[in-house]
């Protein structure tokens, strides 16, 4: 099922919690929705679930108009499941009563769901590896377990959109990581619509077909998790998504001149227009190469902070600090003297009449 939101403007009084956003969700698409604290991606979720309706625009599901300023169809009406961040089970029902309720309840269960109900119960929980829980309570479940009922249930009557709100939150690391493989399995399995909210960057880049960055209510950019993290259209994208460093300096073209070095010139043409009118240039920590002599940026460490496989350092250059992800191959010490280079952009030392050959 594709689902379509055009113009959605939300206002609660005085506040707009979504203005003029336009997205598409399509037919098995996954979609993660990510943003800061109060930036709209919750009141999103609630709009396409059916808890409410927009101040303009309108909501559509499979070109049916099912959300406008004078209509909503509510929750019930609509084709879809949703896992809570909170779980949500019925603490008196057991695990495969849990997955049953909705194939009695729910509007648009097939007939022969609804006769087989047994055993499309016991096909969930196989494949969310419950199987030998069924008669469990959930008060006899882990975490893990209980999100895992959670995520059967909501699929068992087979909705056209799966709607998911931080459900991953409130588990430990090792356990989110485990559940984030299943889920990706599942859609994969399922071939159901997902949009996902999460304030876990690292969650979105890892499942989604499409990220959604949000920030005061507008979308700031939508794409593939490689286009999010690669091109970011905004400085707010590149620092949000993967924590880019913005290099203060100048465009000149396709050219660009870092602040206080006359000497580097970095030539990309894969850089937002958005990027140069701020006069920055994103670039991720594992983008960086550092060495103890040559030429690039020349900076001091700060901070080093071992990771195992990899050592993160911050430094410092020209008064701004720089993130650094580099191999445990090439190791240095507070107050070292280093020099950045860029492993993808042409690095050039340069005289002042070469830099303005490209003004």
């Known amino acids: 099922m594709s689902t379509v939101l055009s113009n959605i403007t939300k206002e609660f009084g005085k506040t707009t919690a979504l203005s003029s956003v336009n997205l598409t969700i399509g037919d098995g698409e996954f979609v993660a929705i990510v943003g800061p604290s109060g930036c709209g991606k919750t009141t999103m979720l609630r709009l396409l679930a059916g808890f409410d309706s927009p101040t303009s625009g309108e909501v559509k599901m499979n070109n049916e108009i099912v959300a406008h300023a004078g209509k909503i169809v509510r929750p019930e009406k609509r084709n879809i499941g949703m896992v809570f961040q909170s779980f949500a089970l019925w603490p008196h029902l057991k695990v495969k009563e849990q997955v049953r309720f909705p194939l009695k309840h729910h509007r648009y269960v097939d007939n022969d769901l609804k006769r087989n109900n047994d055993q499309r119960v016991m096909e969930m929980l196989r494949l969310v590896g419950l199987e030998n829980y069924a008669e469990r309570m959930p008060n006899e479940l882990s975490g893990g377990q209980k999100q895992r009922v959670a995520i059967a249930r909501a699929l068992a009557p087979k909705p056209a959109l799966l709607l998911m709100d931080e459900p991953l939150s ?14 990706q399995t599942i859609h994969r399995m399922m071939k159901t619509s997902i949009v996902y909210v999460t304030h876990d960057q690292a969650e979105a880049l890892a499942m989604a077909d499409k990220i959604v960055v949000m920030k005061d209510g507008q979308v700031e950019q939508a794409g593939s998790p490689e286009e999010v993290y690669m091109r970011p259209r905004t400085p707010f994208v590149a620092t949000f998504v993967g924590k880019a460093n913005l290099i203060k300096g100048k465009w000149l073209g396709d050219a660009f001149k870092p602040a206080h070095d006359d000497q580097v010139l970095w030539i990309t043409s ?72 860029h492993t993808d952009y042409t690095i050039e030392r340069s005289t002042f009449e070469e830099v303005k050959t490209y003004s």
Do not use: C
């Open 270 to 341: 894969d850089v937002t227009a958005e990027m140069k009118k701020h006069d920055v240039l994103p670039v991720r920590p594992e983008q960086f190469q550092l060495m103890k002599t040559g030429s690039g940026l020349k900076g001091i460490v700060r901070n080093v902070m071992f990771q195992g496989k990899e050592i993160h350092y911050s430094i410092d250059v020209n008064g701004q600090l720089l993130n650094v992800h580099s191999s445990y191959s090439t190791k240095v010490a507070v107050g070292d003297e280093v020099v950045l280079t």
């Open 170 to 183: 409130s588990l430990d690391a090792e356990l989110r990581m485990e559940l984030r493989k299943e889920i």
